[in-house]
């Protein structure tokens, strides 16, 4: 049994404007059911300008749904042309926030100092950040794989209070499987994300690294979703593009039927 809820999170990337991000939470709503919803934590995570669309439709049908951002600036407010704050994302009644996703890293620059700043502010407006870790290819040849996941974990996890870190998710996201269609086995997901679990009994407790849940994504489908699941660290997924197919992320959600 679990003792962590597990959560299905959809980053649907720069996809679908907000006339398709609506059709595709009512379809989603209606391919899920209140036992899923009693086990599992369905998150959507839409481009910004399709949030208030679904935050419409999730207050307006009290959809069991949540939702959240695919990213947050570190800035609270003022001249950062382009940014969002996590203020305004509260007050959209976002959830979540994705931090630290390796392509934020690779095509924005993200250091783990700016993951650290974003994570922070994420929590200083109520929403629990899914901080993205994980390594590329070269790295994952040379063996060096969970030093590098859990050196990224410790910058981006800096500062933190006990309180705080148990408000974060970790996604463990090996680059080399996103997008790719090369799911990592269940055993090596279960190698990275069992080490993260031990380094934050190291930074913090016990009891902090027993609530944390701790996600994996790469070429997460409902075909594979089960066997993830089985393994004993692993509280969920972060799905990219199975999360488009109202269907198939229902399927994810459902892994346990
Ligand atoms: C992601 O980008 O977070 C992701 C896991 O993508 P995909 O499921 O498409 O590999």
Redesign the pocket.
């Known amino acids: 049994e679990y003792t962590r809820r597990p959560l299905m999170a959809g ?1 649907w ?1 720069m996809n679908l404007n907000h006339r398709e991000a609506n059709k595709l939470v009512q379809e989603l709503n209606f391919s899920l059911n209140e036992k899923v919803f009693a086990d599992v934590e369905v998150v959507v995570l839409p481009p910004f300008t399709s949030i208030r669309t679904v935050q419409t439709a999730v207050d307006g049908d009290k959809l069991l749904i949540g939702y959240g951002a695919q990213d947050i600036s570190q800035h609270t407010a003022g001249a950062y042309t382009g940014e969002i704050s996590g203020a305004m994302l509260a007050a959209l009644g976002c959830s979540y926030a ?1 931090v630290g ?3 934020r890293r690779a095509y924005h620059n993200e250091d783990d100092a700016v993951v650290n700043a974003k994570v922070k502010a994420a929590l200083a407006s109520d929403i629990a950040p899914i901080l ?1 870790v994980g390594e590329g290819l070269e790295i994952r040849e040379a063996g060096t794989h969970v030093a590098y996941t859990l050196a990224q974990l410790d910058g981006a996890l800096a500062g933190l209070t006990a309180e705080q870190v148990k408000k974060v998710v970790v ?1 463990y ?1 090996p680059v080399w ?5 090369k ?1 990592a086995t269940p055993e090596d997901a279960q190698e990275v994300i069992g080490a993260i679990r031990v380094r934050l009994a190291e930074l913090y407790d016990a009891e902090v690294a027993g609530a944390t849940r701790i996600l994996y ?5 409902a075909a594979n979703a089960a066997g993830i699941m089985a393994q004993p660290d692993i509280d969920g ?7 488009l197919d109202a269907q198939e992320f229902a399927g994810i959600c459902r892994f346990n039927e």
């Open positions: 980053n990337k994705v996703h390796s392509e993205c996604a996201e499987a996103i997008g790719t269609g799911t994504g790469g070429s997460v489908k997924a972060l799905v990219g593009g199975a999360s």
